[in-house]
């Protein structure tokens, strides 16, 4: 399917109808940014928008998804081709890779805030604690080398750090165990902030825990932390700008942000038959809702400039990009996750300053 001259078609469409964007996605009941998205290329309209996109644009579905008005020679041959091409859509969608697993039934979704986080929130209380541990330091995730040979923390010793997306409280425990003095953690599942409670509690570690969202207005002391980082939590944010905002209020002069996240090159290739295919565009940042042993999750695939670019807007330098592989971690696991890894980065770290 070719979103970009889906894109533009929809657009001349809308100007024929004397439509500005605000209007058009009134009338839909969306956002003007996402009938934007659209027209850039940058997405497709989900499903469910394609049948009012039509009747406003005065257009057939045909005629959306061959991204040009057609005349009775060639339809025949293009609705052909459009069938096909869904087919092709379908097979790729169900292909949306989350760590190490691909995942089924993939949907775009308008991205609601107060839906993701109930769904996420929901999920990270039930069967999200499958995942924990596997995604706790030293290892930022994936097959991406162990904090103790990347070192991006710096010293613990005395310092005052804050977990975003805490989990379980493994990752607190490190931190303790290095000499951290004052320990925060943030998470948005209540099952997540008891099990961090017990699990610290029986290591005799003490932490401040907030059950929050981390783009909310979390009531965290400001300019106060040496250190705030985050092990596989940022991507859940709704709202990059607001997190990186917050968590710059939080840092002191100087404070560092360290955070790791699945590497969105990663979820754009899968292994097929021991070969990589890229199936996915890497410039798709649209929301999707994806089932996760019969649970849900919320998210988005951001780019990796995104993040920099977001980093950058709201106050930080940075001090380090980290997209490396550790080999032998890959070439160990024999499964296609470690194959894949040995070729692309699955996993990427960066640490930041604040300016
Ligand atoms: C992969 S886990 C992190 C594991 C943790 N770093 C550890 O070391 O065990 C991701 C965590 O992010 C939390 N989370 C998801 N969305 C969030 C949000 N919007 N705000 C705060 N925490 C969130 C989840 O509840 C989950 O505990």
Same mark, same amino acid.
């Given at each position: 399917m070719n979103q970009v001259k889906i894109g533009r078609f929809i657009a001349d469409m809308r100007k024929q109808q004397?439509?500005?964007?605000?209007?058009?996605?009134?009338?839909?009941?969306?956002?003007?940014?996402? /009938?934007?998205?659209?027209e850039?290329g940058?997405?497709m309209p989900?499903?469910?928008?394609m049948q009012?996109i039509c009747e406003i644009l005065k257009i057939d579905l045909n005629e959306l998804f061959a991204g040009e008005k057609l005349t009775d020679a060639d339809y025949k041959e293009k609705a052909e081709e459009n069938i096909i091409t869904l087919v092709e859509e379908?097979?790729? !969608?169900?292909?949306?890779?989350?760590?190490?697993?691909?995942?089924?039934?993939?949907?775009?979704?308008?991205?609601? /805030?107060?839906?993701?986080?109930? +769904?996420?929130?929901?999920?990270?209380?039930?069967? *999200?604690?499958?995942?924990?541990?596997?995604?706790?330091?030293?290892?930022? *995730?994936?097959?991406?080398?162990?904090?103790?040979?990347?070192?991006?923390?710096?010293?613990?010793?005395?310092?005052?750090?804050?977990?975003?997306?805490?989990?379980?409280?493994?990752?607190?425990?490190?931190?303790?165990?290095?000499?951290?003095?004052?320990?925060?953690?943030?998470?948005?599942?209540?099952?997540?902030?008891?099990?961090?409670?017990?699990?610290?509690?029986?290591?005799?570690?003490?932490?401040?825990? !907030?059950?929050?969202?981390?783009?909310?207005?979390?009531?965290?002391?400001?300019?106060?932390?040496?250190?705030?980082?985050?092990?596989?939590?940022?991507?859940?944010?709704?709202?990059?700008?607001?997190?990186?905002?917050?968590?710059?209020?939080?840092?002191?002069?100087?404070? !560092?942000?360290?955070?790791?996240?699945?590497?969105?090159?990663?979820?754009?290739?899968?292994?097929?038959?021991?070969?990589? !295919?890229?199936?996915?565009?890497?410039?798709?940042?649209?929301?999707?809702?994806?089932?996760?042993?019969?649970?849900?999750?919320?998210?988005?695939?951001?780019?990796?400039?995104?993040?920099?670019?977001?980093?950058?807007?709201?106050?930080? /330098?940075?001090?380090?990009?980290?997209?490396?592989?550790?080999?032998?971690?890959?070439?160990?696991?024999?499964?296609?996750?470690?194959?894949?890894?040995?070729?692309?980065? +699955?996993?990427?770290?960066?640490?930041?300053?604040?300016?």
């Amino acid at each position: 399917m070719n979103q970009v001259k889906i894109g533009r078609f929809i657009a001349d469409m809308r100007k024929q109808q004397n439509f500005t964007q605000r209007e058009f996605a009134a009338a839909l009941g969306i956002s003007d940014k996402t /009938v934007s998205k659209w027209e850039c290329g940058n997405g497709m309209p989900e499903l469910s928008f394609m049948q009012p996109i039509c009747e406003i644009l005065k257009i057939d579905l045909n005629e959306l998804f061959a991204g040009e008005k057609l005349t009775d020679a060639d339809y025949k041959e293009k609705a052909e081709e459009n069938i096909i091409t869904l087919v092709e859509e379908a097979e790729r !969608i169900k292909k949306n890779i989350v760590g190490g697993k691909v995942l089924g039934n993939a949907n775009n979704v308008e991205m609601d /805030v107060h839906e993701a986080h109930k +769904t996420n929130a929901e999920f990270w209380s039930t069967i *999200g604690s499958e995942f924990l541990g596997a995604t706790a330091l030293p290892n930022w *995730g994936g097959f991406f080398p162990s904090e103790d040979k990347i070192n991006l923390l710096g010293d613990l010793y005395g310092r005052k750090v804050l977990e975003i997306g805490c989990g379980n409280g493994h990752s607190l425990k490190y931190a303790a165990d290095l000499g951290a003095s004052d320990l925060w953690g943030l998470d948005i599942s209540v099952s997540q902030i008891e099990l961090s409670e017990q699990f610290l509690k029986k290591h005799g570690i003490h932490a401040k825990l !907030i059950c929050l969202p981390m783009e909310d207005e979390c009531g965290l002391p400001t300019e106060y932390f040496d250190l705030v980082y985050s092990v596989y939590g940022i991507g859940w944010t709704t709202d990059l700008d607001k997190t990186f905002q917050q968590i710059h209020s939080y840092l002191r002069k100087d404070g !560092i942000f360290v955070f790791g996240w699945s590497h969105p090159i990663h979820k754009c290739v899968s292994v097929e038959n021991g070969r990589l !295919i890229f199936s996915n565009s890497y410039f798709n940042e649209n929301w999707y809702r994806a089932g996760m042993s019969n649970k849900e999750i919320m998210l988005s695939n951001r780019m990796l400039s995104t993040y920099i670019n977001a980093l950058a807007e709201n106050g930080f /330098v940075i001090v380090k990009l980290v997209e490396e592989t550790d080999r032998e971690k890959a070439m160990g696991a024999e499964n296609d996750f470690g194959r894949k890894a040995l070729m692309l980065p +699955t996993v990427f770290a960066i640490k930041a300053r604040k300016a």
